[in-house]
């Protein structure tokens, strides 16, 4: 069974989830794909998984980073779930680009190439946003581009765990990255 409860953020309010194995779901409220995996029938319950969800968020957003991570089980395709445990190696405060994400998977196969555009798709469609970093992808240009939340909590969230922005910008509605 699917449990939910509501975390404030100081970036908006946040809807956590989770089965009984890990959090399934972390979404700021009205952002892109929110709660599109969540089953209808969930019951509105703090589990000792959303408690400990709501814990490293407490510690998150103090500016820390949190020296723990919940119990995870985020739902998605054999090649999304490559993508995210890669987000999970991403270092708080540093960000890599889809690119370096899809070399490190073509890597791994033994493939000459793979596509940063499919690798935005699943970093796009990560259900249990911050917890996994997908924040932290960017543009090979620098560009600050594919955040669910939106751009300006993805601006945010970096800010929080102060990276450099210097090399980064939000391209003009409708540019090519």
């Not at 089965?19 to 892109?32: H, N, P, R």
């Not at 994400?101 to 196969?109: P, S, T, V, W």
């Not at 798709?121 to 970093?133: K, M, Q, T």
């Amino acid at each position: 069974m699917v449990c939910t409860c509501q975390y404030q953020s100081p970036m908006g309010d946040i809807l956590l989830a989770a089965d009984e194995i890990g959090l399934t779901g972390l979404w700021f409220v009205g952002q892109k794909y929110f709660a599109n995996i969540l089953p209808d029938e969930h019951i509105v319950r703090e589990t000792p998984i959303l408690a400990e969800a709501k814990r490293w968020l407490d510690v998150y957003f103090s500016g820390e980073e949190p020296n723990f991570t919940p119990p995870l089980h985020p739902i998605g395709s054999a090649f999304r779930q490559e993508v995210w445990q890669i987000l999970l190696q991403i270092p708080y405060g540093q960000t890599t680009t889809y690119g370096e994400i899809a070399g490190q998977l073509a890597e791994k196969h033994g493939m000459d190439h793979m596509s940063a555009q499919a690798v935005g798709g699943a970093v796009g469609h990560n259900e249990v946003s911050i917890i996994i970093p997908c924040h932290r992808v960017v543009g090979a240009n620098g560009s600050l581009t594919g955040y669910a939340g939106g751009i300006d909590k993805k601006v945010r969230l970096l800010e929080l765990e102060k990276t450099d922005m210097t090399e980064f910008f939000i391209p003009k509605r409708g540019t090519a990255l």
